[in-house]
């Protein structure tokens, strides 16, 4: 079956931090894999994405790039703010599985001043 | 903005009762999602519907919820006999089709049924 692993949180860090939330997944086949962000008290937000091998998906400074070799799609972002805190969901979808999504258990991020 | 609208977005249901939550599709979307993410836990996948039917119900628990997506007018997930574990948020979302695996999925702003 298809599945989601991300790391697990809370994550906190300070203002201007680096942030990497690891996300690794298994598929029966190839996947798309999207990065949603889910603010308090909001719904989910598609953040980036990435189709193919080697794509990078980039938003809002954060980016992933889709590693088929080590089946993965880690999310980075080089300097935080308090107003990235959130929750980050890491997911896939396959054409097979009728573009249903696959979603991580999800890694809350708290961003400090 | 023609998003992915759902309402109500907050309901307060007691035990016993019936719970219908509507989503519309963004404009020319004809697929629709529904998940659940309970409390301090991730999305799971509940139903996948085209207009008239029920594609994929893998995910829907197999008494009391049911939904449908009609011909005209918005997707409903209806809950009957709610009880204090269907508390949770009930997220839509919305594809154009299902024919490329670039498609992205677009959610709606969640529905946060309480069961008291």
């Known amino acids: 079956g298809n599945s989601v692993t991300q790391m697990e949180g809370p994550v906190t860090l300070s203002e201007e931090a680096f942030l990497t939330i690891n996300c690794t997944y298994t598929?029966?086949?190839?996947?798309?894999l999207f990065w949603y962000v889910q603010y308090p008290g909001e719904g989910l937000q598609l953040l980036l994405k990435?189709?193919?091998?080697?794509d990078k998906g980039s938003n809002k400074g954060f980016e992933a790039t889709y590693r088929k070799e080590t089946t993965s799609f880690h999310l980075e972002k080089g300097s935080v703010q308090v107003s990235d805190s959130a929750v980050y969901f890491c997911a896939l979808t396959l054409k097979a599985a009728g573009n249903k999504l696959t979603f991580g258990g999800g890694t809350r991020v708290l961003v400090k001043p | 903005n023609a998003g992915v609208m759902q309402n109500p977005r907050h309901l307060v249901r007691r035990r016993g009762q019936e719970a219908r939550l509507r989503c519309s599709p963004m404009?020319?979307?004809?697929?629709v999602y529904w998940y659940r993410q309970l409390p301090e836990e991730g999305l799971k996948f509940m139903v996948y519907l085209q207009k008239e039917n029920i594609i994929d119900e893998s995910g829907m628990p197999k008494e009391r919820f049911s939904a449908e997506f009609p011909k005209e007018g918005p997707s409903i997930l209806r809950i009957q006999q709610v009880v204090r574990g269907d508390s949770a948020a009930y997220f839509c979302?919305?594809?154009?089709?299902?024919?490329?695996?670039?498609?992205?999925?677009?959610f709606g702003e969640g529905s946060w049924l309480t069961v008291v």
């Open positions: 404009k020319g979307h004809s697929h």
């Open positions: 979302a919305s594809s154009p089709s299902q024919s490329s695996s670039g498609n992205t999925i677009y």
């Open positions: 990435a189709t193919k091998a080697d």
């Open positions: 598929a029966t086949g190839y996947p798309s």
